[in-house]
C-alpha cells in the first residue's frame, strides 16, 4: 500500500480503491512539493500554500472516483491548478498557444516574482509582464495552397499483381511475357 491505493478483488476482478487517509496525502504531498519545487517555485511558503491547494484538488479527484497512482493525480492537479492560474491571470479562455507560451514564460524564470502571485501571496497583477516574456512563433504562420500529388508505395500495385498472378495459374488468362530488361552495356 505504499502508492495510496488498496486492491480488492471483486468477482474475479481486480479493482482500485483510493487510500484517503491523511497518511496517503503525505506520500503524496511529499513528491508533489517536489514536483512544485521542480517548476522553480523555491519558497517554503509558496509551496505549502500551493500544497493546501492541490490537496483540496486531489481530495475531490480521490472522492470521485479510484485512482490508479495518486502521486500521478497530485502532480496531474498541480499541473492543471498553474494551468487555471494562468487562464485567469491572463483572462483567456480556449487560447490553447497562449497558454503554452504563459507556462513557458512563467516556467522559464523570465517573469520575477511570478510563485508569489501563483501563491496568492502577492496582489499584483503579472499578466503583462507574462505576456512581455512570451516568444511568438517566427515567421508568422503562412498557410500555403497546395497541389495535392499522388504517393506511389512500392506495393502500391501489389494486389493488381497478385491477383492476375493467380488468375493465370488458374488458366482464366494467358500469363504475359515479363518485360525486358536491357544489360548494361
Given at each position: 500500500m505504499?502508492?495510496g491505493?488498496?486492491?480488492?478483488?471483486?468477482?474475479g476482478a481486480?479493482v482500485?480503491?483510493?487510500?484517503?487517509?491523511?497518511?496517503?496525502?503525505?506520500?503524496?504531498?511529499?513528491?508533489?512539493?517536489?514536483?512544485?519545487?521542480?517548476?522553480g517555485?523555491?519558497?517554503?511558503?509558496?509551496?505549502?500554500r500551493?500544497?493546501?491547494?492541490?490537496?483540496?484538488?486531489?481530495?475531490?479527484?480521490?472522492?470521485a472516483?479510484?485512482?490508479?497512482?495518486?502521486?500521478?493525480?497530485?502532480?496531474?492537479?498541480?499541473?492543471?491548478?498553474?494551468?487555471?492560474?494562468?487562464?485567469t491571470?491572463l483572462?483567456?479562455?480556449?487560447?490553447?498557444?497562449?497558454?503554452?507560451?504563459?507556462?513557458?514564460?512563467?516556467?522559464?524564470?523570465?517573469v520575477?516574482?511570478w510563485?508569489?502571485?501563483?501563491?496568492?501571496?502577492?496582489?499584483?497583477?503579472?499578466?503583462?509582464?507574462?505576456?512581455?516574456?512570451?516568444?511568438?512563433p517566427?515567421?508568422?504562420?503562412?498557410?500555403l495552397?497546395?497541389?495535392?500529388?499522388?504517393?506511389?508505395?512500392?506495393?502500391?500495385?501489389?494486389?493488381?499483381r497478385?491477383?492476375?498472378?493467380?488468375?493465370?495459374?488458374?488458366?482464366?488468362?494467358?500469363?504475359?511475357?515479363?518485360?525486358?530488361?536491357e544489360?548494361?552495356?
Open positions: 505504499d502508492s491505493i488498496a486492491m480488492a478483488g471483486q468477482s481486480t482500485a480503491v483510493a487510500d484517503r487517509s491523511p497518511a496517503a496525502w503525505a506520500r503524496v504531498s511529499e513528491r508533489v512539493a517536489l514536483y512544485l519545487r521542480a517548476l517555485i523555491e519558497d517554503p511558503l509558496h509551496r505549502e500551493l500544497l493546501v491547494r492541490v490537496q483540496q484538488r486531489w481530495e475531490a479527484r480521490v472522492s472516483m479510484p485512482l490508479e497512482d495518486p502521486v500521478e493525480a497530485g502532480i496531474e492537479e498541480a499541473y492543471a491548478l498553474l494551468d487555471a492560474w494562468l487562464c491571470e483572462d483567456i479562455t480556449g487560447e490553447i498557444d497562449t497558454l503554452f507560451t504563459a507556462r513557458a514564460a512563467v516556467l522559464s524564470g523570465a520575477p516574482n510563485t508569489a502571485r501563483f501563491a496568492g501571496v502577492s496582489g499584483e497583477s503579472i499578466a503583462a509582464q507574462v505576456r512581455a516574456a512570451g516568444v511568438q517566427e515567421p508568422e504562420p503562412a498557410p495552397d497546395m497541389e495535392p500529388s499522388t504517393i506511389n508505395l512500392c506495393c502500391h500495385d501489389l494486389g493488381r497478385i491477383t492476375g498472378a493467380l488468375r493465370v495459374l488458374a488458366g482464366s488468362e494467358p500469363a504475359a511475357a515479363p518485360p525486358r530488361k544489360q548494361p552495356r
